[in-house]
């Protein structure tokens, strides 16, 4: 009884001694779909962390100190961080059922020569997205531009053409896939300024983000 006691009394003061605020940058679609739902097991299981979510994530530098963590797609090439691969985030070419079954779509990339396509903006046009639409457009226009997922989501569901979309984020929304294997998937990057790698707050983030891609994996691979 007396070590039981002690293991719960050691459990709790461990949860006691996370606390404080911890800086995480991620991309909009990963904070939207996959982080904030799950966002609750944390906050339950540490209720004295506030954890500050950034998505800005095209100016955050961790060595700079701009975030303690980060959840991304793109492998930083430098600084003082430590990085783990946690797992893939699939992208699909989607369209809305009404759209592709009026358009008469199907598993045929000559089959997209009429179709209206919804891309990037110039800013973009180095994502790997981007220039896949760009590819398969031939020199034709998009029929709509934009500067984020989040009105690319949007967009595509109201049947204002195809979109390449991460798989979990267009089958949560009923979309219909029509390509599954674009050849753009993109590695999800545990990075962690390493001076901090040890704090008890940004392990327990780290450990957080771990399962929730984990638990998620195959939503995610598609």
Known sequence: ?????????SGLQDKAAVSGTVRLATAENLATGLILPSLGQIKAAYPELSLEIVTDIATVNLHRRDADI?????KPDRGNVSLQRLGTLGFGLYGAPDYVSAQHLALDANAYDNANFIGWTETYTHLPAAQWVERILKGRA???TTTSLATQLTACANGLGLAVLPHFLARSNDLICLDADLGIDQPIWLVTHTNLAQSRRVRAVA???RD????????LTG
């Open 70 to 74: 980060a959840l991304r797609m793109v």
């Open 207 to 209: 450990d957080f983000l």
């Open 212 to 219: 929730v891609v984990n638990t998620h994996r195959s939503a």
């Open 142 to 144: 998009p029929a709509l």
């Open 1 to 9: 009884m007396e070590a039981t006691a002690l293991t719960l009394t």
